[in-house]
């Protein structure tokens, strides 16, 4: 039935006062974000006629509205990357920071750095586009046989950037120095001072939307299925490979100018269907334009507070903490299809193997890696073993704090694999682990200097908030496994850009934390392993007794329901536990680290299927993962250091990708 003009009069009304608003809120932020005030006399000799001898006017030209315009270029383009992701892959999830991307740029952009080369060369470009393919490459190798699924795509993107961030982390602090500036640049800085970046991106972006425009046919095809595009004579492939290409150099071209700026690539192409745009191509263009506004208003809402105590808050990482909420508000809007729920795929064949055999084996191999760490070590005459006193009581709290840190997150990692039956869940996608080091971080930032104590209570508090919130949001769905991880790769990217605000600002004692958050045993002392022990200790025993429970939902929702299991408090109950080992495991060691990621698949590799089993032996595989990585970390680079958490990082989750595309 067809709205008469009496009927459609009300709609149009309230558009045309929702966009008059929308300007006039808009006007009011641009005149308040304005440096200086020119009368109307000025403003006339500005636009016609500049006088230079007018630094007010000056900065307008070269500073002010050079970042206007970076703002606008910078979220149409990254905007449009999204809503082509989106719609090449089917996948309502898919951004340039969801599917690492902008991760991969931005460790391109380092090493380009590293190599002395200048910014915004061509050369810095390629550095940065060839990053951004090789995350676009992982994430395509690691769910190729999991059929490209929207939110196995999401986890592999998670999995990539936490990997490519752990290196570009160890880069940093490899040359602390030289690299120490990309803190600010890193959360997306639109700083500007000249015009040159803007129209490096303007020229990209229209070379992008001509391509685009001149595939419109066989990328407009795509909307009726990959199989109706192909039998109209659509090489699907080939149409994907292009747009997929076109969307990582956008991407690559704002990272390489900006930094990383979170989820308007996400956001926008969602804001864009909820408007209209069901069309392709009204969707492309309406999604530049949602992505330009919602950058700007980012940035005009923080340029007044930009330079409180001479700091700078990085807009990338605002657009971040405005996005989160965004993303929790629209998982709890939308019912995701079956498609998005994340069921492992069975395995081909099992290969048992001897419990005991391989629990006798591991323990022989950690009891062999501790001994290492705690009599062999580096000094500046060379290799060197050592039974001092002194020094084996310096050792004996780090490698007692790795094991037992160990033992904590992969206990956490396997329980969370098992709840929400996915093998690349784990508790640093969840974000867990980054309420603890949040918390930690805000007191530093705000001048407090908490004792070790009071660190220990304060990241607890952290890490129950983060939760509490991944539980509420999730408690509509009866705590669904897509939910629960969707709900923790939200409020992980907010606690994410908070922290990249923090170590932006430049303060030494937030700088000081750059160690620990980088998963150091540095600080652990007698105390604290007593007191990390005794809860994994007290919470593992529980994990163990409920270790019936996590073979019954390792078998499916509807298995499990049909036994007579409460799913929705036993995922409570569980979830509880691994967030309370999480939160034990990061006090001590910090929040980086893929031991709760690569420890539940390396005891599930050596043959152990049954949930006790795989418990037990997963806490043997953290354990040497942790001890190894923290001897390394303190040997192989002497006399510098690299904290365990990086170390386990960087080597491990290199495995863990090679692990993943085997299986």
């Known amino acids: 039935m067809q709205l008469t003009a009496t009927q459609r009069t009300p709609y149009n009304v309230k558009a045309l006062v929702s966009v008059l608003l929308g300007l006039v809120a808009l006007i009011w932020l641009v005149d308040n974000a304005l440096p200086y005030q020119l009368s109307a006399t000025e403003w006339q000799t500005y636009f016609f006629h500049r006088d230079d001898s007018d630094y007010r006017q000056l900065i307008l030209h070269f500073t002010f509205f050079p970042r206007l315009s970076m703002a606008l270029l910078c979220g149409a383009a990254l905007a449009i990357a999204g809503c082509l992701m989106q719609h090449l892959l089917q996948n309502p999830l898919a951004s340039p920071t969801t599917l690492g991307v902008a991760a991969g740029a931005e460790l391109g952009m380092t090493t380009s750095l590293l190599f002395g080369i200048a910014g915004g060369s061509i050369i810095q470009y390629s550095f940065a586009f060839g990053g951004g393919m090789v995350a676009a490459a992982l994430v395509f190798l690691l769910t190729a046989k999991k059929g490209f699924a929207p939110l196995q795509m999401v986890l592999a993107g998670m999995v990539v950037t936490l990997f490519l961030g752990a290196t570009n982390m160890m880069l940093v602090m490899l040359n602390e120095q030289q690299l120490t500036s990309l803190f600010v640049w890193g959360a997306g800085a639109l700083a500007q001072q000249g015009w040159d970046n803007s129209i490096t991106i303007l020229t990209v972006l229209g070379v992008i939307l001509v391509v685009v425009m001149a595939m419109l046919r066989p990328l407009s095809a795509l909307e009726l299925g990959s199989e109706v595009a192909e039998s109209a004579g659509v090489n699907v492939a080939r149409v994907r490979a292009i747009g997929l290409t076109l969307a990582v150099v956008v991407t690559s071209v704002v990272v390489a100018t900006v930094g990383v700026i979170g989820f308007v690539g996400l956001v926008a192409p969602t804001i864009a269907k909820m408007l209209g745009a069901r069309r392709f191509v009204h969707r492309v263009f309406v999604s530049g334009g949602v992505g330009a506004l919602l950058l700007l208003t980012a940035d005009l809402i923080i340029q007044p507070f930009s330079g409180v105590s001479s700091e700078l808050l990085p807009t990338g990482a605002m657009t971040a903490l405005f996005g989160a909420p965004c993303l929790l508000w629209l998982l709890?809007?939308?019912?995701?299809?079956?498609?998005?729920?994340?069921?492992?795929?069975?395995?081909?064949?099992?290969?048992?193997?001897?419990?005991?055999?391989?629990?006798?084996?591991?323990?022989?191999?950690?009891?062999?890696?501790?001994?290492?760490?705690?009599?062999?070590?580096?000094?500046?005459?060379?290799?060197?073993?050592?039974?001092?006193?002194?020094?084996?009581?310096?050792?004996?709290?780090?490698?007692?704090?790795?094991?037992?840190?160990?033992?904590?997150?992969?206990?956490?990692?396997?329980?969370?694999?098992?709840?929400?039956?996915?093998?690349?869940?784990?508790?640093?996608?969840?974000?867990?682990?980054?309420?603890?080091?949040?918390?930690?971080?805000?007191?530093?930032?705000?001048?407090?200097?908490?004792?070790?104590?009071?660190?220990?209570?304060?990241?607890?508090?952290?890490?129950?908030?983060?939760?509490?919130?991944?539980?509420?949001?999730?408690?509509?769905?009866?705590?669904?496994?897509?939910?629960?991880?969707?709900?923790?790769?939200?409020?992980?990217?907010?606690?994410?850009?908070?922290?990249?605000?923090?170590?932006?600002?430049?303060?030494?004692?937030?700088?000081?934390?750059?160690?620990?958050?980088?998963?150091?045993?540095?600080?652990?002392?007698?105390?604290?392993?007593?007191?990390?022990?005794?809860?994994?200790?007290?919470?593992?025993?529980?994990?163990?007794?409920?270790?019936?429970?996590?073979?019954?939902?390792?078998?499916?929702?509807?298995?499990?329901?049909?036994?007579?299991?409460?799913?929705?408090?036993?995922?409570?109950?569980?979830?509880?536990?691994?967030?309370?080992?999480?939160?034990?495991?990061?006090?001590?060691?910090?929040?980086?680290?893929?031991?709760?990621?690569?420890?539940?698949?390396?005891?599930?590799?050596?043959?152990?299927?049954?949930?006790?089993?795989?418990?037990?032996?997963?806490?043997?595989?953290?354990?040497?993962?942790?001890?190894?990585?923290?001897?390394?970390?303190?040997?192989?680079?002497?006399?510098?250091?690299?904290?365990?958490?990086?170390?386990?990082?960087?080597?491990?989750?290199?495995?863990f990708l090679l692990l993943l595309r085997k299986d």
């Not at 569980?574 to 034990?584: D, K, N, P, R, Y």
């Open 332 to 655: 709890t809007k939308h019912k995701f299809a079956s498609s998005f729920k994340a069921e492992e795929v069975a395995s081909k064949a099992y290969n048992p193997k001897p419990f005991v055999l391989v629990s006798l084996i591991l323990a022989a191999i950690l009891l062999t890696i501790a001994s290492c760490a705690l009599f062999l070590g580096r000094t500046h005459l060379g290799w060197s073993v050592t039974a001092d006193l002194n020094i084996l009581n310096l050792r004996l709290p780090r490698v007692l704090g790795a094991i037992f840190a160990g033992c904590g997150l992969a206990l956490a990692g396997t329980m969370i694999q098992r709840i929400t039956v996915n093998p690349m869940a784990s508790p640093e996608v969840m974000g867990i682990s980054s309420g603890a080091a949040l918390a930690l971080v805000l007191c530093a930032w705000f001048g407090f200097t908490p004792t070790r104590g009071e660190q220990i209570l304060y990241g607890g508090v952290g890490a129950a908030l983060v939760m509490m919130v991944i539980l509420q949001f999730s408690k509509r769905s009866n705590y669904a496994p897509s939910q629960l991880l969707l709900t923790g790769i939200a409020v992980s990217a907010a606690l994410d850009a908070i922290l990249r605000v923090a170590l932006s600002s430049g303060q030494d004692n937030v700088q000081a934390l750059l160690t620990w958050l980088s998963g150091s045993t540095y600080l652990a002392s007698y105390s604290d392993v007593s007191a990390l022990a005794f809860g994994v200790v007290v919470l593992g025993g529980g994990t163990f007794i409920a270790s019936r429970w996590l073979d019954i939902l390792n078998l499916g929702q509807v298995s499990a329901v049909s036994v007579g299991v409460n799913t929705k408090r036993t995922r409570l109950f569980l979830l509880v536990m691994a967030s309370l080992l999480t939160a034990l495991s990061t006090l001590v060691i910090g929040p980086l680290s893929f031991v709760g990621l690569l420890a539940p698949h390396i005891a599930r590799a050596l043959g152990q299927y049954k949930a006790k089993n795989q418990l037990i032996v997963a806490c043997f595989v953290g354990a040497i993962l942790m001890v190894s990585a923290d001897w390394l970390g303190r040997t192989l680079w002497f006399p510098w250091q690299f904290p365990a958490g990086l170390m386990a990082s960087v080597v491990g989750g290199g495995y």
